[in-house]
Nanobody, 127 residues
């Protein structure tokens, strides 16, 4: 199983970034997928989750209206479009598989175990 994030970088407040996550080694289309972030010195924070088919999504209140999660099951790829970035969005961003069997209704706010994460991509928002 491999999850490889990309697209991070440094951006000014108000700017945008699009993160990508390339998945392999498992049946991508059968698993709900999440984005999780971790700022220096803080615990992991759930950001968003998308259902296996892509038809349903949830967002943390802190990013709602600014971030959009999406996926393409034919390409085994997950994305996170981040607009109107703020300094408090600075963190290492991870894509993560939601363990099989976890119900969709229980996936909002759920941080998967670290073994289900990729290696992360750094997002820094600074003027």
């Amino acid at each position: 199983v491999q999850l490889v994030e990309s697209g991070g970088g440094m951006v000014q407040p108000g700017g945008s970034l699009r993160l990508s996550c390339a998945a392999s080694g498992f049946t991508f289309s059968t698993q709900h997928m999440s984005w999780v972030r971790q700022a220096p010195g803080k615990g992991p924070e759930w950001v968003s989750v998308i259902s296996s088919g892509g038809g349903s999504t949830y967002y943390a209140d802190s990013v709602k209206g600014r971030f959009t999660i999406s996926r393409d099951n034919a390409k085994n790829t997950l994305w996170l479009q981040m607009n109107n970035l703020k300094a408090e969005d600075t963190a290492l961003y991870y894509c993560a598989r939601v363990p099989l069997g976890r119900l969709w209704r229980d996936s909002s706010g759920y941080v998967p175990p670290k073994g289900y994460w990729g290696q992360g991509t750094q997002v820094t928002v600074s003027s």
